[in-house]
């Protein structure tokens, strides 16, 4: 099949998470059959959940094995307020990576 954006370039297919995907390796343009953007969508959303549930549970496990700190807590504890942990790789970028 031929790239509707370049006509001169045939569409490679690939195979990623068992969703084929049509690309063009010139414009990097991507393209779905029936049904296929409907699959993404539905891992995207199972993956969120599942990111949102493991978050959960390592808050609760850092709330209940967090050591109790002893001496004066009126000016409160600032430390840690601002770490944040690293993101999961999302799998859509592991999806469309072509390279």
Do not use: N
């Not at 490679?12 to 953007?37: A, H, K, N, S």
């Not at 959960?56 to 001496?71: I, K, L, N, S, T």
């Amino acid at each position: 099949m031929k790239c509707p954006v370049c006509p001169a370039t045939d569409l490679l297919m690939t195979v990623r998470e068992g969703i084929e995907i049509d690309y063009c390796p010139q414009c990097r343009g991507v393209w779905l059959d029936r049904g296929e953007l409907d699959q993404i969508v539905r891992r995207a959303a199972q993956a969120s959940i599942e990111d949102v549930q493991a978050a959960e549970r390592d808050a609760y496990r850092e709330r209940e094995h967090r050591p109790q700190r002893h001496g004066d807590h009126r000016y409160g504890d600032s430390r840690g307020r601002h770490e944040h942990p690293r993101r999961k790789k999302s799998f859509l970028g592991d999806l469309f990576d072509f390279d």
